[in-house]
Every structure is written in C-alpha cells, then in structure tokens.
C-alpha cells in the first residue's frame, strides 16, 4: 500500500513543478443527519495523515459545526471570521491530532446562500492559498441538500455519502442521487455505510442504493467501504479524541485504514490527464460558475 500511497502523491503533484501539489477536495455529505458524517471525515483524514498525505479538514456543516467538538479543540477564529473578511485562511486555520489541520466552522457559513459575487471572489482567493498545501481537502458538510453544500458537491472532485443501514438513511441517500443527477450534473460519487452490523450489512445495504442508481439512474458508484457499529466511537466522541487516535486497535478504526486505503486504489485508477485538470483551481472555477449561473 504505500508504494500506491506514493504512486498517488506523485499523481497528483504538479508534473510541471513537482513540489506543488494539485490538491484534491472531497465532500462528505448524508441524507439523513446524524450518520456520522463529522466521525468519518475526521477519522478518514488522520488515516490519510498516517499514510504521508498533508490534509485539511474544513468544517461546512451549516448551523451544525463540530469537527473542534470532536477534537476537544476550540480554535478562537473559524470559518465566521473569514467569511466576514475578519482574517484571512491561514488565520483561521489550526493544527489538531497527527498534524492534521482543520478549519472550524461558524455560524455565519448560513451567510453562504446570499454571497454576492464579490464574497464568493474572496472566498476563492482565500481557499486558493491552499492549492499546494495540500493533498487533500475536505469539506465536512451537512446533511441533505441545501443550496451551498450542493456548490461542493458538485464543484469536488469526490464527493463521499454516508449512510446508515436503516431504511431511512437509505432512502435519503438515494433522494441526494437523484436530485444532483436530476439538475444534470455530472457528480462523482463514492459510497460509505456506517455503523453497519457486519460486512454482510454493509454490503447489503450499499449494493441496495448501488443497484437502483444503476438500474433507474444509470449511475455507476463506487463503494468505499463499510464501517462497523463499535461502542468505541461513542466513547471517544465523549473523550473528545478522535477514535482513530483513542482506540486505533479499534474495529472502526482499523475498518478507516482499510476505506483510506481503497480511497488511495481509486484515486491512482483515474486517468492521469483529469488529475493534471484539476487541483483547487478546478474546483474554485466549478464553483464560481454556479454561483455566477445559478440554476
Ligand atoms: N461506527 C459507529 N459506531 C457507533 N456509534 C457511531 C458510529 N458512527 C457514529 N456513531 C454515533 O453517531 C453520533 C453522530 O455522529 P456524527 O459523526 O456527529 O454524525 P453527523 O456528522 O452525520 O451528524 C456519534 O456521536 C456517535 O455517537
Ligand atoms: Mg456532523
């Protein structure tokens, strides 16, 4: 795995200058809230940590926020601050376990649906900063579709969705699908289930939405892999450590190495030429456009 590891950072390296990075954003969303999005996104990224990766973890839940809750880490400037143009990114942006950075969020991201375009031209100059810093940015979002967590969705690169084995995460991971695939944009989409019994219902419960995309939708998705119910979840949630960190013997925690590392197996697989395309750049002008043309 870590000649793939290493196979990866030289792909998405600027082939032109090879120490600056073209970094690749990855949303996490849900259907139903409370699925665990905010675990995994924090967890998933110190395993990519472990593996060599510089990630930033950047906390886009509205209203929800609490990627700093999970850390025990109460940063003094967040995503409030620069959407206000108080700071600037690098100010707002603070170092937690494993020399994982993260971007707390704020109250004022709500603000994000009435950005003119001059707050989204700052808002890209910003988040361009980042462009070589990282391997990989991800944005914590929340659940369901709102109007400014769909500009990440469909401006990533990747966008992951978690759901649950119940009926109703299921159903609302399906509904998320739908409707992106409805406004005919071409999101790339991979699937986790968490908290599922076992792999048998891991597998069950993904190749249920796998297949009725693929019947109905004609969408191809790939899996991530499946996540196991483990009560040391619940008990790091209450240290505030990540359970990666708490508990990294853990079945949950051994369970995120081995979706990082599919991750890292399906990034290498993409055609050199669309990581070439892309970086935060690729992303900003993806975003910038639907805020220009909202449809
Ligand atoms: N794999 C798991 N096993 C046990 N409990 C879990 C697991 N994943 C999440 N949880 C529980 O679900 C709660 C919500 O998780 P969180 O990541 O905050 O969800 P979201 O971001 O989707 O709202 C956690 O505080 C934890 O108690
Ligand atoms: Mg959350």
Known sequence: MSD???????????????AAIQTRVIAVTSGKGGVGKSNFTLNFALQLRTRGFKVLVFDADNGFANIDV????T??????????????IHEIIHTGYQELD????????RELAFWTEADAQYFSDQVMQLNGKYHFVLFDLGAGLS????????????????TTPEPTSITDAYAIIKMVQSMKHDVEFHLVVNRSGDDFEGKYTADKITLVAKQFLKMEIPILGYLPEDPNVQKAVKKQVPFAVAFPNTAAAKQMGRI????IRTVVSVPEKEHMNSGMKGFLNRMIRLIQNPS
Do not use: C, W
């Not at 590891?5 to 090879?18: F, G, K, T, V, Y």
């Not at 993260?102 to 991201?109: E, M, N, P, Q, T």
């Not at 990440?152 to 969705?161: D, K, P, Q």
């Open 4 to 18: 793939q590891a290493q196979q990866l950072r030289q792909l998405i390296s600027n082939q032109a200058d090879p």
């Open 70 to 73: 999970l850390m025990g880490l």
């Open 75 to 88: 940063p003094k400037f967040n995503l409030y601050h620069l959407l206000k143009r108080q700071k600037t």
């Open 102 to 109: 993260f971007i707390a969020g704020g109250s004022g991201f």
């Open 147 to 162: 109007k400014e967590s769909l500009k990440f969705i469909i401006s990533a690169h990747e966008t992951v969705l978690v």
């Open 260 to 263: 990082a590392d599919q991750y």
